[in-house]
């Protein structure tokens, strides 16, 4: 159905960047995406004591942008034309989150 990941961790500076994917387009908007990131936030928070995870992602992918917003993710900033997609090259919004404990 999808997967959820972190990966890049920098175990000195405690971040690292968070992200999921669900593969078959019938399977998004149920609800998944959200669940697998709420778990890997507090996953990566609670257990692993990170204080900042990232996200980075593609410029056209509007659902994942809305639902990093609602999870609290704030956007600081875009990677213009940072990924090869399709023969184009994309900007790449990065979205983070600061953990206040």
């Known amino acids: 159905m ?3 990941s972190i ?8 971040h690292a960047q968070v992200g999921i994917c669900i ?19 507090t996953w ?3 257990h692993l004591g990170l204080r900042r995870l990232e996200a980075w992602i593609l410029e056209d992918n509007i659902a994942s942008l809305e ?3 609602k999870l609290g993710f704030v956007r600081e900033g875009t990677l213009r034309k940072r990924y090869l997609c399709n023969g184009q090259y994309m900007d790449v919004h990065v979205m983070a989150h600061i953990v206040n404990k």
């Open 7 to 14: 990966h890049s961790i920098d175990w000195r500076n405690l």
């Open 23 to 41: 593969w078959r387009s019938e399977d998004r908007r149920h609800g998944y995406g959200r669940a697998g990131a709420e778990w890997i936030i």
């Open 2 to 4: 999808g997967e959820v």
């Open 44 to 46: 990566a928070t609670d």
């Open 67 to 69: 639902l990093f917003g």
